[in-house]
């Protein structure tokens, strides 16, 4: 072993402590810094010694010295209360929690360790193993692994949040710009209010429409059952008639849900008293749902973190452009289905009236408009306008937007997300290398590390499916 090279001193510290595993003893540190690294047998009276140094003070490091002959019965004497260090067991288990969804606990460490190296360990000392690559692999605090770098900025008072907010929308101005007719969906989080009107001042806000259902189903602890269904057909109502009467309902079962809907704003969660065509986005569901995509992710170090939404928006990106290249309908496939839907309600011989259930309906296929609202807010041509369509053998393509139509999808995905090279062969400037990041004030909160987000009152008391008749579709029985 004398003469032999390696790359740095961490590399040589790594090998030394796998062989005292292998060998089954302890050595003592006589002397270690950045251009010396000296090693002894943990008995005074026994000749093993090992020493090496840097090569002309650089990063290389050689072995001049290796005297392994033990003479002291270690095996025996010293074996069982020798140390086993977390650094090195890490080491052992890093490469089986490079996928971070894999389920790797303490007790899968302990056997693992016990089979390779024929050692045992204590649980703590596995359960700190297993921590300790997520520091090895980028030199990070373990914080991320407790609380979560993404959702940092809950532990943050109001002014630190504000300012995380707003550097946010000002990053998103950047890339995103300011267009016709945009809007911002979210919940009622005061942070996002504040710097949405602040970056965005021209730009409507919207609320998330079960966001707001939940502050509904909290304050009021009354007649949830008859009002959720309600308050949904509310927001998503096209005509004022169909919301008036809606209203009138709410009003009879508890006229506080009223008013607090009316302080609000209607503009705010309502489809039909938009400022803007919000269309068929009333809940902030898609962020919620790349939450739910990530929640794994959430407990690695932000480097880490970032490369794996990187990862996963390069899968869906790829994945969803296969799919809508794959779309030889002129709409996108689930559109589609719906005007397949659509056709079998009937028309009249009248082109621009059409009578549905005993109702009359006008559609003014110039202006792209039906009484009923869907045509003009969804942009795709609802029932009746899809009966004059088709009265007049017109191709409903040509009267829907072209964010439904599947050449549309594909210019969506057309960016690609490209992979980035190892952080190693990264070229960065001395003026951002030399910065110098702090860690955010943080401590650690009592009790276990919750993984999976409080669920509202809501969602709790949600009533459990129920099973129903094939024949009939009534609850009670399935047959």
């Known amino acids: 072993m004398a003469g032999q090279v390696y790359k740095d001193k961490a590399t040589l510290k790594e090998v030394m402590e796998n062989y005292a595993i292998a060998q089954r003893f302890e050595f003592r540190v006589d002397r270690s810094n950045a251009v010396s690294y000296a090693l002894s047998c943990i008995s005074e009276d026994c000749e093993w010694r090992f020493k090496a140094s840097s090569i002309n003070k650089s990063e290389l490091f050689k072995v001049r010295e290796f005297i392994d002959n033990h003479t ?12 086993s260090r977390n650094s090195l067991i890490c080491g052992m288990i890093r490469p089986k929690l490079t996928n971070y969804k894999r389920k790797y606990t303490p007790k899968d460490i302990i056997d693992d360790v016990k089979s390779d190296l024929g050692v045992d360990i204590s649980y703590m000392l596995a359960w700190r193993a297993k921590e300790k690559p997520i520091v090895v692999v980028d030199g990070s605090h373990l914080k991320s692994y407790y609380t979560g770098t993404f959702v940092s900025a809950s532990t943050l008072d109001g002014a630190e ?10 990053q998103f101005k950047i890339a995103y710009g300011d267009r016709e007719n945009m809007c911002i969906v979210s919940d009622r989080n005061e942070s996002i209010i504040k710097s949405v009107s602040r970056v965005y001042p021209n730009v409507p806000q919207f609320a998330c429409i079960w966001h707001l259902w939940n502050n509904v189903y909290k304050k009021f602890k009354r007649s949830h059952a008859k009002l959720s269904e309600i308050y949904f057909s509310m927001a998503k109502a096209y005509t004022q008639a169909e919301f008036d009467s809606l209203m009138e309902k709410v009003e009879k079962v508890d006229i506080r849900v009223k008013e607090y809907l009316e302080l609000a704003g209607y503009e705010k ?7 803007v065509n919000r269309g068929r986005t009333m809940t902030s569901n898609i962020a919620e749902s790349i939450n739910a995509a990530l929640v794994s992710a959430m407990e690695l170090p932000i480097y880490n973190f970032l490369k794996e939404v990187r990862k996963m928006f390069g899968r869906w990106n790829c994945s969803n452009r296969k799919e809508a290249t794959q779309t030889y309908t002129t709409l996108g496939e689930k559109y589609q289905e719906m005007h397949t839907l659509n056709e079998v309600v009937p028309s009249t011989e009248y082109l621009h009236t059409v009578n549905d259930g005993g109702r009359n309906y006008t559609v003014c296929m110039l202006e792209r408009k039906c009484v009923c609202g869907r045509f003009q807010v969804d942009e795709l041509s609802c029932p009746h306008a899809w009966a004059v369509l088709k009265s007049k053998f017109l191709m409903p393509e040509e ?10 999808v594909v210019m969506t995905y057309d960016v690609h997300v490209y992979p980035l090279p190892d952080r190693y062969d990264w070229n960065i400037p001395a003026h951002v290398a030399e910065e110098v990041v702090l860690p955010p004030k943080w401590k650690k909160p009592l009790g276990k590390p919750k993984k999976k987000r409080n669920k509202p009152l809501s969602e709790l008391l949600q009533p459990k499916s129920q099973h129903s008749c094939s024949i009939c579709g009534q609850g009670g029985h399935n047959k």
């Open 72 to 83: 002291y019965p270690l095996k025996d004497k010293v074996y069982e209360q020798r140390q």
């Open 161 to 170: 949040n504000d300012a995380a907010w707003t550097w946010f929308f000002e």
């Open 269 to 275: 969660w309502a489809r039909l008293y938009a400022p």
């Open 399 to 408: 009267y829907c937007s072209n964010y439904y139509k599947s050449n549309t």
